[in-house]
């Protein structure tokens, strides 16, 4: 639902790296989405192309990196696999867990010219 | 041209060199690859962080308080600015979509409020609350609540500058929202469990609420209120003294005045 606020976010990002950096095209987007991160992919490639729309943008290639939630289960003292926060230790069954990642959402690289 | 390897004409600018590219020699030619390595949010956050520097220096104590629509989120507020006034100095940032009903209710209870619509926006975000400071100015050492746009979703993911997110369900919703909604629950610091005087009427399971809320977020605290009989609001006002004593401490000017 707010993932078109996020490709809005993720527009300014470009308005103003493309200032700094010197370009005025954007061809290719690299995005790491954690399986955490309360992002939904689909909505997020119907959100990026609404979002760049008449932008520097507008038909750039969405590259979306995908990666696993990861947590440390304090009972087996290791990093364990995990879909959601709610997650059982796939190894223990308890829930002594401590997300250490899949929960970010970051944008990595562009191409550019 | 790569300016992550450097390897086209000098033109890189980039710190971080980083050899494993997925994508290396990929690029068309006439473009290159420029480097980001941002939070997607990383704007907002500049927001939120402008915003907590703000109430930082003036000792507001910001609760950003988020719940599905329907939950009594409103009500509870309105019952907890009247109990308070007295006591602190408050101010409340109201967010809904639409109209400025929320507002008008708080404004009735002498408390100063500012309503903020977002349109078609699911949430508040820092920009929006930053320039509703500047209307608001809210007096130094004051109590301010956000009261965010009713949606268990998007306003996790938004950082308003706030000292804590206080998330407010009712029993009358199902008890499996803590695990429905989870990154929600995983933001907040305490959960109010609100309408109690409703349970008789229920098949609400309180238990296993709580239980799910702890599941996903293990430091999360919970007080069970109802806003119309006055039931646990007294919990929650003592959660608010305490957190605000935690927050101030050490503050240049307000520390040590209560």
Known sequence: MHELSLCESLLQIMERSAVEQGYSRVKRVWLEIGALAGVEVEAMRFGFDVATRG???????LEIIELPGEAWCMACAKKVPVRQRYDECPACGGCQLQVTGGDQMRIKELEVE | MCTVCGCGEGEARIEAHDHHHHHHGDESPGSRLVRI??????????YAAANRRHFSERGIHCLNLVSSPGSGKTALLIRTLNDLKGEFALGVIEGDQQTSLDADRI???GVPAIQINTGKGCHLDGHRVGHALESLKPERGSLLFIENVGNLVCPAAFDLGEAH???ILSVTEGEDKPIKYPDMFHAADLMLLNKIDLLPH???DRERCIDYARRVNPRIKVIQTSARTGEGMADWYQWLRASRQMALAGHPVLAGEG
Do not use: P
Request: net charge negative; proline share 0%; charged share 35%.
């Open chain 1, 55 to 61: 932008s520097l943008a507008e038909g750039a290639g």
């Open chain 2, 37 to 46: 390595e941002q939070d997607i949010l990383a704007k907002n956050n500049e």
């Open chain 2, 107 to 109: 404004r009735e209870t």
């Open chain 2, 165 to 167: 997110k206080v998330v």
């Open chain 2, 202 to 204: 229920l098949d609400f």
